[in-house]
């Protein structure tokens, strides 16, 4: 472990089981949480140079005003595995070397605080490797499953698909340092975070 004062935290979690949930938390309690997601969605803006990359790729996979048919896109990724690679070599390793470089600048500044880092693909694309700690949100498949419906208004069949591409939580489990339960209330699930916070906290004092 690190012993910087700033200590990077990597938090990941397969679709529905939470960890977007975890993030929207830890920003309320006022902890500096740097999104993947949201790296990759600004590269994929219209009108940027990777969008003709894509059209490439992927044909028709936008809106009428020229914007990214993410859905659609997400559709074809996860019933292909060869098209979610392309996909990842476009984008992912991007945003992954765009993380490596911010957390490179944090260590410099070596100022006190938490800096969450928000990747799904966190153990997929070897971050997990230089961060601190990495924390891992997991729920049992029916509730993940039914969040994903309820959030996304897609069929069971289309959540099952995605949940197959990615990595297992037995997977992800064998390299996380906590594994954080969410089957339970919302309240729950924020006492379990907050008590990894006075920990942190406790440490570095």
Sequence with gaps: MSLNKRRIIGLTGGIGSGKSTVADYLRAKGISVIDADKMAKSLTDKDTPIMEKIKQSFGNVFFEDGSLD????????????????????L????????IIIKIDDLRKE????????????LFEFGLNEIMDE??????????????????????????ISRIKAQMTDFEKAEKAD????????LEELHKKIDVLLERLKYESN
Excluded: Y
């Excluded at 070596?110 to 799904?120: C, L, Q, R, Y």
């Excluded at 949100?137 to 069971?156: F, G, H, K, Q």
């Excluded at 906590?178 to 209330?185: V, Y």
């Design 70 to 89: 993410r859905k659609k896109l997400a559709e074809i990724i996860f019933s292909d595995m060869d098209k979610k690679i392309i996909l990842e070599d």
């Design 91 to 98: 984008i992912t390793k991007k945003v992954v070397d765009d």
């Design 110 to 121: 070596n100022k006190e605080g938490i800096t969450i880092i928000d990747a799904p693909l």
């Design 134 to 159: 990495n924390w891992l949100i997991t729920a049992n498949m029916e509730l993940r499953i039914n969040r994903v419906m309820a959030r996304d208004s897609v069929i069971p069949e289309a959540v």
């Design 178 to 185: 906590i594994i954080i339960d969410n089957d339970g209330s």
